[in-house]
């Protein structure tokens, strides 16, 4: 994953190779196949966006998806950039 700070919030990517890795920790995951997303937070830790590298919230929206931001969430603070 990449952190990086946008504005007041921040913006968390995570590649394809991140996806897969959350797959097979998350072996139900409905987000096979999907190549990389961002994640964007508010100053307080709200997600306020995401953008995909493929498909939309319709092909992907889900637990999974759920707790891959969790993740990234967790990843910018870690890294001092939310």
């Known amino acids: 994953m990449r952190a990086s700070r946008i504005g007041s919030g921040c913006s968390v ?8 890795g959350f797959c097979q920790s998350w072996p139900a995951s ?29 092909d992907w929206d889900g ?11 967790n990843y910018a603070r870690c890294r001092g950039v939310l």
Do not use: M
Request: net charge negative; proline share 2%.
């Open 30 to 58: 409905n987000l096979r196949g999907l190549r990389g997303v961002t994640f964007e937070f508010a100053r307080n830790g709200d997600l306020i966006d995401i953008k995909y590298r493929n498909g939309s919230s319709e």
């Open 63 to 73: 637990p999974a998806l759920v707790a891959l931001s969790n993740d990234a969430q």
């Open 13 to 20: 990517s995570a590649s394809e190779q991140d996806v897969a």
